[in-house]
């Protein structure tokens, strides 16, 4: 049975739950035109019964939705009024030929320094579901997110069952000091940063942290089914959840359907996304719920290890409401990896006529990346606190350290003349120097540093093995694609075999994703069509890693026809 969106943004509207819709303007394609305003300004926002002023869109952590259609053009005016130089990435829209308008600093753009603005517009094609936006330059992300939810065209209906509303939750991280003083300590020392004091349900830690008088709770009806649209807003952790006594029916990954299952248990990285229907109990029971989530966590490093709860309570009279019991449910280990590698080879894509898979059957190119942890020296006259005191700690991709680079790697690419100074087109399609990427570290861990992008020919089919390495210890690295969305085709524990491992992967239903988990000590094979002319960053959504320089980019050159080049940059794009 299907859902009419237009039931959808009643019941968004019925429940109080989403910021007065923006001005809507009625456009020649399929869509309509929707504006938002971001003010980015401080609050003063009390968690934990520390009180700090913090970065905010418009005064709201986490900040406020964007709800748009299928088919709509998006404009949203950025206006900076914070010291921080900021930019907004709209994680996991496609951005067909609007890579000006996908915002990673640096990449794409130059950051929005104070005082000035600048106005995203971009088209939402082929995608519905839900995705996210966050601040996309050092960690200000921490409290600069927000859900982008995308519901169906007009009189297009869900492939599964119709849910009674509609609840987007935001996994985040809080931390009492000052996340961008936080990562600026690591860089200085080169030793692993503080951790976060808590995880929030869309901003709420909960009642199992010291001094939290914050707790998210969702009401629900007895026998009616929820929609919940579930986003890892964290900056550094995987997190299992689970709700007590409840199963949960998976119906969407990274905003793409994919065949239903039930499970109790999810794992979600940061920067994914999970749609799911909970179906409340048919009659109320004497009892409330706990929702939990804690993380899965299995690097050598330290890390929040907390749990963040919110409650799942049913809707009956007041006087009954009193003296229920508070069901806990049971999350796997910390560091629980067969429990996730089994989890995530549940998602499948959906392969239906209305809603292929169009995995490429055939690959133009293969790269194969390691992914993992390394270390730089030491600056001359310091002591560090790196895996050694003459170390600093760094993550890399084939060894090379991607460093950023001070104009945006977009701009000088399409104004090609000055290129050569900004970046290079060399970094290497494999390993340079193999070695057993899961077993026995090699004993140099220095990494290379660089600016070295991969340049490829429009509509190009790519296969990528992303492999984990043992250096400085296994571990998962959910890695984030822009531009594109790709096909999870197989993946492994150890090291990935090019003779014995191709033959099995998944050429017909594989998961369609934005971000994916490199498991621990194991590899993940994926594939996409190059259609989308820019340049593209690749990087681990863990923000310590992409700080210590985990990421490198593509560069997808334009194709003959003109609905296959970049347009020329926005008049107001900013300046570095």
Not at 40 to 51: A, E, G, S, Y
Not at 244 to 259: F, G, I, M, N, R
Request: proline fraction near 9%.
């Amino acid at each position: 049975m299907g859902t009419s969106p237009e039931i959808i943004m009643i019941l968004f509207v019925a429940v109080g739950c989403f910021m007065a819709y923006p001005e809507a303007v009625s456009s020649k394609h399929t869509g309509i035109t929707r504006h938002y305003t971001f003010n980015i300004k401080l609050k003063n926002i009390t968690r934990l019964c520390h009180t700090k002023s913090i970065v905010t869109v418009n005064g709201k952590f986490p900040g406020p939705r964007v709800i748009i259609r299928e088919g709509d053009r998006l404009v949203v005016k950025v206006v900076n009024h914070v010291p921080n130089n900021i930019s907004i990435h709209w994680h996991g829209v496609r951005q067909l030929r609007s890579g000006w308008a996908d915002g990673p600093s640096y990449i794409m753009q130059c950051p929005i320094q104070t005082g000035h603005s600048y106005v995203y517009n971009f088209t939402i094609t082929g995608q519905r579901g839900t995705l996210f936006w966050h601040a996309h330059i050092s960690w200000l992300r921490a409290t600069v997110y927000g859900p982008l939810i995308i519901l169906p065209r007009r009189n297009e209906s869900y492939p599964f069952v119709k849910p009674y509303k509609e609840v987007p939750i935001l996994f985040g991280e809080w931390f009492n000091a000052d996340p961008e003083a936080v990562i600026n300590q690591s860089l200085q020392t080169g030793g692993g940063p503080n951790v976060s004091d808590a995880y929030t349900f869309n901003g709420l830690p909960g009642p199992f942290y010291t001094c939290s008088i914050d707790t998210y709770k969702m009401k629900v009806k007895p026998g009616k089914t929820y929609l919940l649209r579930l986003t890892n807003a964290a900056l550094n952790d995987e997190l299992f959840f689970s709700i007590a006594d409840h199963s949960l029916t998976v119906v969407e990954a990274d905003a793409v359907y994919v065949k239903p299952f039930e499970t109790n248990v999810l794992m979600i990285t940061p920067g994914q996304t999970t749609n799911v229907l909970l179906t409340a109990k048919s009659t109320a029971p004497n009892a409330t719920f706990l929702m939990l989530a804690r993380p899965y966590a299995t690097g050598m490093g330290t890390f929040d290890n907390t749990t963040v709860a919110g409650i799942l309570e049913y809707e009956t009279p007041s006087s009954s409401l009193k003296n229920r019991p508070l069901l806990k449910p049971g999350l796997p280990a910390i560091n629980a990896t067969n429990f996730v590698a089994n989890f995530t080879s549940k998602f499948r894509s959906l392969a239906t006529a209305k809603f292929p898979a169009n995995v490429p059957q055939k690959v133009d190119k293969k790269f194969f990346f390691t992914v993992g942890l390394g270390t730089k020296p030491c600056p001359k006259n310091q002591t560090c606190q790196g895996p050694t005191n003459t170390t600093k700690f760094a993550a890399s991709m084939n060894n090379i350290s991607f460093s950023l680079p001070r104009t945006a790697l977009l701009q000088s690419h399409f104004f090609s003349h000055y290129s050569k100074r900004v970046y290079a087109i060399d970094f290497p399609p494999f390993p340079q120097i193999p070695f057993n990427y899961t077993g026995t570290p090699p004993n140099n861990t220095l990494v290379n540093n660089g600016t070295k992008l991969v340049a490829i020919p429009f509509n190009t089919s790519v296969e990528v093995v992303l492999q984990d390495t043992s250096i400085l210890g296994a571990e998962s690295h959910p890695l984030h694609l822009h531009g594109y969305n790709f096909y999870v085709v197989g993946q492994g524990f150890g090291n990935f075999d090019p003779e014995n491992d191709p033959p099995k992967f998944n050429l017909v239903d594989p998961v369609e994703r934005n971000t994916v988990g490199v498991p621990s000590g194991g590899w993940v094979a994926i594939r996409f069509q190059a259609d989308n002319p820019g340049v593209w960053l690749m990087h681990c959504h863990f923000d310590v890693h992409q700080s210590w320089g985990l990421g490198m980019a593509w560069i997808v050159l334009d194709g003959e026809l003109p609905n296959q080049k970049l347009p020329p940059p926005p008049s107001d794009l900013p300046k570095c």
